[in-house]
């Protein structure tokens, strides 16, 4: 279980979360993911979209 860190990069906001990049013999990019620097952005996320449902929650209309 895992992501992919080309799939990461992509996303662009989470690139502390990379290592260093390595030429393959193909040509290609080989690129790791450092997982304890992405839990850390992953918590920011949580952190920020947790605040957003409660503002959300706010503004909703209360049922009686």
Known sequence: LGFVAQEVRALGA?????TGSVAAGDGSEL?????ARLS?????AVK???A????????KPKRS
């Open 14 to 18: 989470v690139g502390e979360a990379l």
């Open 40 to 44: 850390c952005v992953l918590w920011g």
């Open 31 to 35: 690129l790791g993911l450092d997982y």
């Open 52 to 59: 957003r449902v409660e503002a959300l929650e706010k503004k």
């Open 48 to 50: 920020t979209l947790q």
